[in-house]
T-cell receptor
């Protein structure tokens, strides 16, 4: 089992550029999440999905978009990158139920200059 | 609004010392989780507590869930440099789809 994989691991974008952060899980989890973590801070939820074809906004969705066409994949799209989007992005997945463990990917460190 | 507040924000101690970190809320949670995050990696689950008053032990780590299920603590006995990391508490939003995370306690254990 690879668990949750994310690509790329590092990326530098110029202001106004766009990119897609990839996330794939092989645990057949229905729930998937995108978080951002700013330096010295906890995790803020950007978007989440409870199954293929179903997505919803989290705390900080502005400037991002997601799609969930399959159970395995949950890409995060950044349109018109801004310096405020400089952060580390984590994808996570979990099984149904509030007490189930979230499994996190290794993160993507994004810098927008 | 459900919030989880963690204290202290930062802790730097010598190897062998004991410490306790706290996670508090004004809301009742059906369960709380503790994650540890090492530099450059994603968080990894340490424990889930689900019953008010519950105590769970994981080697030198002791986790407690408050009787009213509004708070939790993590106690580390004889801390080691390998305990260094960011400790995050987390709990489910009402409805269970989403998880709320505290801002974390950053622990540094010096050899």
């Amino acid at each position: 089992n690879a668990g949750v994989t994310q690509t790329p691991k590092f990326r530098i974008l110029k202001i106004g550029q766009s990119m897609t952060l990839q996330c794939t899980q092989d645990m057949n989890h229905n729930y998937m999440y995108w978080y951002r973590q700013d330096p010295g801070m906890g995790l803020k939820l950007i978007y989440y999905s409870v199954g293929a074809g179903i997505t919803d906004k989290g705390e900080v969705p502005n400037g991002y978009n997601v799609s969930r066409s399959t159970t395995e994949d949950f890409p995060l799209r950044l349109e018109l990158a801004a310096p405020s989007q400089t952060s580390v992005y984590f994808c996570a997945s979990k099984d149904r139920g509030p007490a189930y463990e979230q499994y996190f990917g290794p993160g993507t460190r994004l810098t927008v200059t | 609004t459900q919030l989880l507040e963690q204290s202290p924000q930062f802790l730097s101690i010598q190897e062998g010392e004991n410490l306790t970190v706290y996670c508090n809320s004004s809301s009742v949670f059906s369960s709380l989780q503790w994650y540890r995050q090492e530099p450059g990696e994603g968080p990894v689950l340490l424990v889930t507590v689900v019953t008010g008053g519950e105590v769970k032990k994981l080697k030198r780590l002791t986790f407690q869930f408050g009787d009213a299920r509004k708070d939790s603590s993590l106690h580390i006995t004889a801390a080691q440099p390998g305990d260094t990391g960011l400790y995050l508490c987390a709990g489910p939003y009402t409805g269970g789809f989403k998880t709320i995370f505290g801002a974390g306690t950053r622990l540094f254990v010096k050899a």
